[in-house]
Each structure stands twice: as structure tokens, then as C-alpha cells.
């Protein structure tokens, strides 16, 4: 699974873009056959956004999108919800396969 973080306007230092990358890579358990998860960071005055999209293959496109005052209950608010979306994509293909 391909990772991208995007630091928007260089509000974060870098060791986040580390943290980050690792905790996408624990988002490949829910949905093996995930494409490509991107993560854009970005600090709004004292909020902070975090948005992933993730590319789980044949043109579907999931994306999770949190916003916060603290960065890592942001951060893990918007993995959470990721995993969940990337869980119940797995389901559906799960039955899609066995009903065909």
C-alpha cells in the first residue's frame, strides 16, 4: 500500500510526517487490498484538519475527514473512522463475491 502525508502551509514539524506514515500503514489490516491512503495535515488558526483519502481500487474512493483542537485525538478520530469505512468496503465485497 502506497502512503502519502502532505504537510499543507509547513505547519507541523517533521518527525509528525513520521507518525503519521505509520499509522496509515496499520490501516492495510482492515482492507488488504487498499491501493493508496493520502493524508493532508493542515492548521486552521487553533484547529487542526485531517483528511485521508484512500484509493481502495476499481474507482472507489473513501475519505475521512476531521477536524479539532488537539492534533493526535484529531489524528486518531480520522484513523478510526478510516478503519471503519475500510472495514465495511471489505464486507461488501465479501458479499458482493459470494452472492456472484
Known amino acids: 500500500m502506497e502512503t502519502k502525508v502532505?504537510?499543507?502551509h509547513h505547519a507541523y514539524p517533521g518527525r509528525?510526517?513520521?507518525?503519521?506514515?505509520?499509522k496509515l500503514q496499520?490501516?492495510?489490516?482492515?482492507f488488504?487490498?487498499?491501493?493508496?491512503?493520502r493524508a493532508n495535515l493542515e492548521r486552521q488558526n487553533e484547529d487542526h484538519r485531517?483528511?485521508?483519502?484512500?484509493?481502495?481500487g476499481h474507482?472507489?474512493?473513501l475519505v475521512a475527514d476531521v477536524k479539532?483542537?488537539?492534533f493526535r485525538s484529531t489524528l486518531d478520530e480520522a484513523i478510526d473512522r478510516m478503519g471503519r469505512q475500510l472495514r465495511k468496503h471489505?464486507?461488501?465485497?465479501?458479499?458482493r463475491h459470494r452472492k456472484g
Request: proline share 0%; charged share 30%.
Open 32 to 37: 488488504s487490498r487498499t491501493v493508496s491512503v
Open 16 to 22: 509528525i510526517r513520521e507518525l503519521v506514515d505509520e
Open 59 to 61: 474507482g472507489a474512493v
Open 50 to 56: 485531517v483528511e485521508l483519502v484512500a484509493n481502495v
Open 6 to 8: 502532505s504537510i499543507l
Open 68 to 70: 479539532g483542537e488537539a
Open 90 to 95: 471489505h464486507k461488501k465485497q465479501i458479499e
Open 26 to 30: 496499520g490501516l492495510s489490516r482492515f
